[in-house]
C-alpha cells in the first residue's frame, strides 16, 4: 500500500522552510503547540532544533521539549523488563506529566508557563528543571517517539516515517521493533499526523502527497 501513495521529493531545507513559513502565519495572540513525531533512527530531534531556529528567525519565539525527558520512573518503565516492546508502546512515556506540565499552560487559557524537562532517564530523578515563560505568539517544538493516537494537544503534528526494512537497518534498539511495527498498524501515524514525511533516504525526505505545507 505504501508503494501506491504518493510522495512529493524536498530538501532537508525546503521542508525546514515550508513548516516555518506555515507556522510563523498562525495567529500571533495565543501559542502553537507542534509535534515532531519518529522513531530514533528517524532523528525527530534534529527535525524539532532545526524548526525551533527557523521559527526564531522568522520572529516567534519557540520553546524546545524533547518527550525524553518526560519518561515515566525506571521502576515503572522496567516493570516487565528493560526490553519489553509492548510496555515501550504504552508505558514508558509520562503523558499525565508532559499535558500537565506543558501542553495544557500552552493551551487555550493557558498560563504560558510551562516546565521544558520533569524526569531525567538517565538518572532516574527529577531534572529539577525550572519553569519557562513562552510569550504569547510562541510555538512549543516537542520531539519524540510514538507520540499519536495518545490524546495529547497539538496543533500541529508531523510524522517522520520510515518503512520496516530501513527502520531495522538503523536502529541501534531491535528489541523494539515490534512497538513501532504495532505503532504503524495500529495508528498510521503517517496518515494519522497533518504532515508525513518519508525518510528513508534522510537527504531526500519525501512529503505525502495529502500533507499540505
Known amino acids: 500500500m505504501i508503494d501506491r501513495m504518493r510522495f512529493r521529493l524536498v530538501s532537508p531545507d525546503l521542508l525546514i ?3 516555518a513559513d506555515r ?5 500571533a495572540a495565543t501559542w502553537t503547540r507542534v509535534a515532531v513525531d519518529g522513531a530514533p533512527p528517524a532523528r525527530p530531534d534534529t527535525l524539532a532544533d532545526r524548526l525551533a531556529e527557523a ?4 520572529g516567534r519565539p519557540a520553546l524546545r521539549v524533547s518527550a525524553a525527558d518526560f519518561l515515566r520512573p525506571a521502576s515503572l518503565r522496567f516493570e516487565r523488563g528493560r526490553e519489553d516492546p509492548d510496555a515501550r508502546y504504552t508505558g514508558w512515556l509520562d503523558t499525565g506529566g ?3 506540565e506543558v501542553l495544557a ?3 487555550p487559557g493557558g498560563s504560558g508557563r510551562a516546565l521544558p524537562s520533569l524526569w531525567n532517564a538517565a538518572t532516574d530523578r527529577a531534572s529539577r528543571a525550572s519553569y519557562v515563560e513562552l510569550a504569547p505568539g510562541g510555538v512549543l517544538v516537542l ?3 510514538l507520540l499519536l493516537g495518545r490524546g495529547l494537544a497539538f496543533e500541529l503534528t508531523v510524522h517522520l516515517w520510515l518503512s520496516g526494512p530501513a527502520l531495522a537497518r ?3 534498539e531491535p528489541w523494539a521493533l515490534p512497538a513501532f511495527g ?3 498498524a495500529e495508528v498510521r501515524p503517517l496518515h494519522t499526523a497533518d504532515v508525513g514525511v518519508r525518510v528513508d533516504d534522510p537527504d531526500h525526505p519525501a512529503l505525502l502527497d495529502d500533507s499540505p505545507v
Open 55 to 58: 521559527l526564531r528567525l522568522r
Open 17 to 19: 522552510d515550508e513548516l
Open 23 to 27: 507556522l510563523a502565519a498562525r495567529p
Open 182 to 184: 504495532r505503532y504503524d
Open 105 to 107: 499552560p500552552l493551551g
Open 143 to 145: 520531539d519524540g517517539e
Open 170 to 172: 538503523r536502529s541501534a
Open 98 to 100: 508532559l499535558t500537565r
